[in-house]
């Protein structure tokens, strides 16, 4: 076909992936003359499917609520064509926008704000490469951040109550929450551009819902970091004192609810948000509370239902006006439970034969006199003489003298004496 372009179909090559081929045309003349070789600028064979090699923000990184959220999207060759949908886990599809740029790299945008603790899922499909390879459909997905978990740790902590209280006081519109719908944690937030109680509530929903899980009430083993706590009681408060720079607190203690419950007390500051957040569990003697402290003790309140010794577990942390850590520690505590009265109790067994036992409550610390009378107003006995702390007394009498021998069945009189109380009773002695 002399002097015409001519075409040729090749069959049964066995063309390899990424290897370029050239063709290369020679022709013969009818007298059987060689041309020269003309070559062609070669093509690459592509059988590859196209897909995302990369992204600007690795999968399952925590997303803030309220910053939309911009991604990079970087193809393993160019392509004609790309398609991404969005999903959410808990809502409908948030706002996207995307674009295929230099046919290698796709910029989605995605608006905030999202739905507190949602899931949100890319799907980028359709992908074709420029020999008509489609790539197969893949998925990324990206959690959301918890509604005032400000640190982006997972939970609604001492910080984030920090970090909360200090936006509300300075009016810092970037710690805004509220107002919110929905349930905790799913809070879809719709600011509104200042504080209101709305605000406060959708803190308290959040920190509540945290807190409330299983097992955050346990007194946690901390190492100890800076001083050992400082801690006192009286009968009723618990008073703990937290290290000079200590700007916020959680204390969490565990303690035998059958002999004493320990309450928090909530605190309420001067421009009326909450200035301690407390979570009590009576039934299983648990109570956690996160306390912004002003070189104040952090008082507990106490119900004592014991005489006996008690042992409590603390657990506490300190953070300083920065959020920065600067004292925690694990320690069991004993109290030693204080009456709010004197007294002097009736003696068992009554009549007795021949031991019998007496308790008596100081209040405070006292010099203390117990004596024993025989119904002449005679001394029999010396029990107890000398200073006694305050607290839950006991002592027994065997029914012997100050000489040691044995009285005599009858009535006795049993008589405590300190300088602010004076009591006497009576007891029997049976043969
Ligand atoms: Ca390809
Ligand atoms: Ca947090
Ligand atoms: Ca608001």
Redesign the pocket.
Known sequence: DIGNDTSYIFTGLDLQDGDRYYVNVRATDLIGNLSAVASSNGFVVDLTEPNVSSISIPTATTVPLFEDLNLAFTLSEPVLNAEVLTSAAITLPPRTDYTLVDSTTINVTVYAPFTSGDEISFTIQKLTDRAGNMGTTQEFSYPISYLA?????????V??FNEFVTGWSNKDLERELGPVTGSAPHLIPNRDGEYTSQDGMAFYYMWHWYNGQAGKLQAKRLPLIGDELGINYTNDQLSITPPKDAHGSEIIINYPQDQIQILSRLNTSYDGIAKSLAKTDTLTGQVLAHTLVEKENIIFDLDVRSRQEITIQVSYEFIDKGNEMIGSGFIDYILTPIPTEFSLKQNYPNPFNPITTINYDLPKDAMVNVMIYDILGREVKSLVRGVKEAGYHTVTWDSKDNAGSLVSAGIYFYQIQSKDFVKTKKMILLK
């Open positions: 978990d400000y640190d982006l740790d997972g939970s609604i902590g910080v984030d």
